[in-house]
Every structure is written in C-alpha cells, then in structure tokens.
C-alpha cells in the first residue's frame, strides 16, 4: 500500500488558483479523492454513499454529509476512521463533519410550445414599434 503525502505538505487551494498552478491544484484534488477512497473503505456501505471526504486540514479529516442524521452515524465512526488515517500515514487528530445536502436534482426543461398565430402578430407589431 503506498504512502499519501503528510498533511502539512498540502497548499490551501486559495494559495494554488492565486498562483496560477493548476496542475497543483488538479493534484490536491486528485489526491484529497483517492484519500477519500481509502477511508470510506472502513465505513458501512450505507453510510459511505451518504458522506463524502471533503479536506485534510491541520490536522483534521473533513467530511461532508447529507443529513444530520448521517453526520452523527459518522461521528460514531470517528475512532475507526482515525485509526485508518493513522495507518495511511496521516498525522490526523479530529473529525470534523459537516452537513452538505445533495443539491437538488435539475428539472428537465420543457419544450417550448409554438406562439399562436395571434402572440406572433402582436410580437411582431411591438418590435416594429421599438424600431
């Protein structure tokens, strides 16, 4: 299993997008999801698709989660998931949850309906008078 990059090495991301380095920016993420990976492998599959890993910052694993419920069932776990942080390397010492509901899911747009013969006239006469 390899190693994960203390947490002291990572650059907070206002730091990276006011440099300019993208790249470094596409590798904290690439690296904070496949930390999330990791940890959401010792977690109940009901409560691993609820919450999601958000950030490592000093010190403290952050996650997101979709209800208060699911934060508390997290927050159950706390001594699990330390303890797997503690075998990725990860000097890790809190867990801080916080609550995230899913964004709502898009409606799909309706098609447009055709103009009546009659909105079509007066369209067409108030644009000619804005002329």
């Given at each position: 299993m390899s190693q994960h990059t203390p947490h002291h090495?990572?650059?907070p991301v206002a730091d990276i997008v006011l440099s300019?380095?993208?790249a470094g920016l596409a590798a904290r993420a690439g690296a904070l999801a496949d930390l999330g990976a990791r940890l959401?492998?010792?977690l109940?599959?009901?409560l691993s698709a609820q919450v999601r890993f958000a950030d490592l910052r000093e010190g403290r694993l952050v996650?997101?989660?979709s209800s208060a419920a699911w934060a508390t069932r997290l927050r159950y776990t706390q001594a699990l998931v330390l303890e797997a942080a503690r075998q990725?390397?990860?000097g890790a010492s809190e867990l801080v949850v916080k609550v995230a509901?899913?964004?709502?899911?898009?409606?799909?747009l309706a098609p447009a309906r055709p103009l009546s013969e009659s909105a079509a006239r007066h369209l067409d006469l108030a644009a000619k008078l804005l002329r």
């Open positions: 090495t990572f650059k300019n380095d993208i959401s492998r010792v109940p599959s009901a996650f997101l989660a990725l390397g990860l509901p899913p964004a709502p899911a898009s409606q799909p």
